[in-house]
């Protein structure tokens, strides 16, 4: 069964500096990746996925995450970050087939300080 | 753009008490899903359906129920309230199980 591991809970950086968002994943199988970004008192919306292809995949507002399927890990990145940056980031595995849901991780707030 | 509503953002009841949560698409998905949000343990998925009058449980279905006559609209029915299911309700739709569009969630808090 797929399970996902964010390994921050929350991650304090400040403006401008660069981030990166841990998430580290198990499955036996091939798998899709996701980022969602929850803005407060907001729902999710998504950042980014992997899919297939290149392994360097950029999203929305300047954020990007590679797949490393030898660690199993797609970490999230950002060269310089923003105050409205700050929101929680989950980190989301689906099984490679249609048939399979999302399973999402913890959640890590990023709390970017001015 | 997508649009998922959902029909309060934040709602308080009583033990006991039968709680509806509606959720509304518009973009004619096929698919339909609940979750609840806890602090530090993300989104767990409590109902899913793919089609109309179709549903699916998922990983935490206890205390709760799903009702969805209308391809646009999927409730969540809590039978009898408890606090335990204090938390953040979020609906959310797609043409395919993972990459999901979500409402703006509902914080439920039973007292």
């Known amino acids: 069964a797929q399970s996902v591991t964010q390994l921050d809970s929350q991650v304090p950086v400040f403006e401008e500096a660069p981030v990166e968002l841990r998430c580290n994943y198990s499955?036996?199988?091939?798998?899709?990746l996701f980022w969602y970004v929850q803005y407060p008192n907001q729902g999710l919306q998504l950042l980014l996925k992997?899919?297939?292809?290149?392994?360097l995949v950029k999203g929305i507002n300047g954020f990007e995450a590679e797949f490393n399927k030898s660690q199993t890990s797609f970490h999230l990145r950002k060269p310089s970050v923003h105050i409205s940056d700050t929101a929680e980031y989950f980190c989301?595995?689906?099984?490679?087939?249609?048939?399979?849901?999302?399973?999402f991780g913890g959640g890590t707030r990023l709390m970017v300080k001015p | 753009d997508v649009k998922v509503t959902q029909s309060s953002r934040y709602l308080v009841k009583r033990t006991g008490e039968k709680v509806f949560l509606e959720c509304v698409q518009d973009?004619?998905?096929?698919?339909m899903f609940w979750y609840r949000q806890d602090p530090g343990l993300g989104l767990r998925l409590i109902y899913f359906?793919?089609?109309?009058?179709?549903?699916e449980k998922g990983d935490i279905p206890e205390g709760y129920s799903v009702s969805r006559e209308k391809k646009e609209r999927f409730s969540l029915i809590l039978e009898s309230a408890s606090t335990n299911q204090t938390s953040m309700y979020l609906c959310?739709?797609?043409?395919?199980?993972?990459?999901?569009?979500f409402g703006p969630g509902t914080r439920l808090t039973v007292t």
């Open positions: 973009m004619d998905h096929e698919n």
């Open positions: 992997y899919l297939s292809g290149s392994t």
């Open positions: 499955s036996s199988v091939s798998v899709y």
């Open positions: 959310a739709s797609s043409f395919t199980y993972y990459e999901q569009y």
């Open positions: 989301a595995v689906s099984e490679g087939n249609a048939g399979n849901m999302l399973t």
């Open positions: 359906s793919y089609d109309v009058k179709m549903k």
